[in-house]
């Protein structure tokens, strides 16, 4: 363990320019996940200078975590992420429960199996993970994901996963009905066949620059999430979010302090800031993804009837935390497939 | 009390210790230490990392000798290999073009051979996004050409990014070669009766020789770690050395086979590098 803190030492020295001074706060967020203005906002009334950086995967914000001296005082991973944060000892306890913003927080999203006791994580956003189909491209049904991985002709070869196995995986079991974080290589083999079957017909594997490829038809169906595929509907593309009848993949985000951070005090402000009625409903106009905490109605944006994509009426289970072992099947799929 | 010439070199030495050592240290002791459950690693000597290579588990829980680690390192070898030998076919000519203007001219063209480089190297892949997606300029055209299906996401739009992005690597060093060719050799070879391609063959090519030597060597070892090309223009359909470490130390949460994979990596780099400085120091000895 020493030795570990050593060399952890020494790779800081070697990599990291040490973020200290107490008027700056660095956020590592969902790429383009928070608000602008209210970023600007926040700066304007505390006089702290925000600087944000951007990861597309729970797993960057994890191993950037993992690696030491990250320099982040705010991180907003998912559920499963967060329990495995909390485990590893990577993050602040911050008594979230005694915060302001914990009030905000809709009950039902209190003491939640990742953070039992509310001390570390408030949550941020929420939503599910599907797919979205070019309607120019595909006039067909979109109530099952059999239309995602069994593709027909109208679909094949036009079809695009993301370029992590996480939600993909998790999708995959949803249709075949194998729980989530299976320890059972047979249930496991089912999960590869059907993906390694659907991989000819599979344009490309990619979590960037989504927007544009469902949106421009560059393929006609894409997995990806409810509010960004929302937010590229009301751009004008003629896309729909998919309600397969086998459920969504769930996921919510939190904000955490990762252990170590330079300015907790800081870290701690701007949660409560963002959880602010006035502000969560700037933030939920902007992100397109449901809030968890309390919003004002009337100012918002997205309803049933003008966002679907954000009010799902198929079951919707969220990610797990998977074992060593679980996630060593994920992982083997996965390398399996794009061997 | 030690000279200037002990001294003097003293920030180099520590620089490249710190810089380049001691992360290699580091690199080197995490592929051989166990790994955490959740990514990270333990210490505890362990050689399983370099054994997942070759060997792992199949579906059926047995171990069996595996090569899918094999292939991917035998695709990235082929793909740096496609790519340098493209990239050494295009600039000899190019770089002869240049080497022969006016100062003026010369100055300027190798100003725009290196005019990309001010450009962020993924703002650049991108661009080819586009050219190639159904929209852009090249992808319609194959469209209207009566072209089949889109030319995004195959190996000849990653095999084009790569060497957009390195080209400019082999036309420096190519350029400065030629620049060196003494025009009285040519002539002297048209005045023996010599063909243009026997000149070309003879003269020219081996004159060049480090030129082209030294531009291989900069394309290559840079095209081996490749991962922008192959996720965005490839379409992440099959892995590469590249995106397999990534992988691994991301989503697979296994980071001393990450490391392990990173050290075999670099040793096909040094392998490259020290038949290079052989082959240099066995023409110096005939020299």
């Known amino acids: 363990m020493k030795t570990k803190l050593i060399l952890g030492a020494a790779l800081g020295l070697v990599l990291a320019a040490p973020a200290f001074a107490g008027g700056t706060l660095n956020l590592y967020t969902w790429s383009d996940?928070?608000?602008?203005?209210?970023?600007?906002?926040?700066?304007?009334?505390?006089?702290?200078?925000?600087?944000?950086d951007g990861f597309n995967s729970n797993e960057d914000a994890l191993t950037k975590l993992q690696a030491g001296s990250s320099g982040y005082d705010v991180v907003t991973?998912?559920?499963h992420f967060v329990k495995i944060m909390i485990e590893q000892g990577l993050l602040e306890d911050i008594d979230a429960k005694d915060m302001p913003a914990f009030a905000q927080v809709d009950d039902k999203w209190k003491n939640q199996w990742w953070d039992p006791t509310s001390e570390y994580s408030i949550p941020l956003a929420y939503g599910t993970a599907?797919?979205?189909?070019?309607?120019?491209?595909y006039k067909g049904p979109v109530d099952s994901w059999s239309v995602f991985f069994t593709p027909g002709a109208e679909l094949k070869g036009k079809i695009a996963d993301l370029a992590a196995p996480d939600e993909v995986?998790?999708?995959?079991?949803?249709f075949l009905g194998v729980p989530f974080c299976s320890e059972d290589k047979a249930e496991m083999k089912k999960v590869y066949d059907l993906l390694k079957a659907q991989k000819p017909d599979v344009a490309a594997y990619s979590s960037d620059n989504i927007?544009?490829?469902i949106g421009s038809g560059e393929v006609a169906a894409h997995f990806w999430w409810d509010g960004n595929s929302l937010k590229t509907r009301r751009d004008g593309a003629n896309i729909e979010y998919a309600m397969p009848k086998e459920g969504l993949v769930g996921w919510l985000?939190?904000?955490?302090?990762?252990k170590g951070a330079a300015n907790v005090e800081a870290a701690k402000a701007f949660i409560d800031f963002m959880s602010e009625e006035e502000n969560a409903t700037v933030q939920y106009n902007y992100y397109a993804h449901s809030s968890p905490v309390k919003i004002d109605l009337a100012k918002a944006d997205y309803t049933p009837e003008n966002a679907p994509e954000l009010f799902p009426t198929v079951p919707v289970t969220f990610s797990q935390a998977c074992s060593p072992a679980a996630q060593d099947l994920v992982t083997k799929v996965w390398t399996d497939l794009l061997k | 009390m030690r000279g200037f010439r002990f001294w003097g070199l003293v920030p180099a030495w520590g620089l490249m210790v710190a810089t380049l050592m001691v992360p290699l240290v580091i690199v080197a002791l995490v592929s051989v230490a166990e790994r955490g459950a959740y990514g990270g690693f333990a210490w505890a000597f362990t050689l399983e990392p370099y054994k997942e290579i070759l060997f792992s588990e199949d579906w059926d829980?047995?171990?069996?000798?595996?090569p899918k680690y094999l292939a991917i390192i035998g695709r990235t070898l082929a793909l740096a290999a496609a790519t340098t030998a493209i990239c050494m076919a295009l600039a000899l000519p190019v770089a002869y073009v240049i080497a022969t203007r006016t100062p003026r001219m010369k100055a300027a063209l190798i100003y725009l051979v290196t005019l990309p480089f001010w450009v962020s190297m993924i703002v650049r892949v991108y661009a080819w996004l586009i050219i190639l997606g159904n929209d852009g300029v090249v992808g319609r055209a194959w469209a209207a050409l009566g072209g089949e299906g889109t030319l995004l996401f195959t190996s000849g739009a990653m095999l084009v990014g790569m060497v957009y992005s390195y080209i400019p690597l082999m036309v420096l060093p190519v350029f400065a070669a030629i620049e060196k060719l003494d025009p009285a050799l040519l002539e002297a070879g048209a005045d023996l009766y010599a063909s243009r391609w026997t000149t070309a063959r003879r003269v020219i090519l081996p004159l060049t020789w480090p030129g082209l030597a030294a531009g291989a060597i900069l394309v290559f070892v840079p095209a081996l770690g490749t991962v922008l090309e192959p996720m965005l223009l490839g379409g992440g359909k099959q892995m590469m050395m590249g995106t397999l470490i990534q992988s691994q130390f991301g989503g697979a949460r296994n980071w001393p086979f990450g490391a392990a994979v990173a050290l075999v990596l670099m040793a096909m780099v040094v392998l490259v590098l020290?038949?290079?400085?052989?082959?240099?120091?066995?023409k110096e000895a005939r020299a």
């Open chain 1, 33 to 52: 996940s928070i608000s602008p203005d209210l970023i600007k906002k926040f700066e304007e009334k505390t006089g702290i200078t925000v600087n944000v």
């Open chain 1, 77 to 79: 991973p998912s559920q």
């Open chain 1, 130 to 137: 599907g797919f979205t189909v070019n309607r120019d491209l």
């Open chain 1, 169 to 174: 995986v998790g999708a995959a079991e949803l």
């Open chain 1, 211 to 213: 927007e544009n490829r």
């Open chain 1, 253 to 258: 985000d939190s904000f955490v302090v990762p």
């Open chain 2, 61 to 66: 829980g047995n171990l069996v000798f595996d």
């Open chain 2, 274 to 282: 020290i038949a290079n400085a052989r082959r240099a120091m066995r």
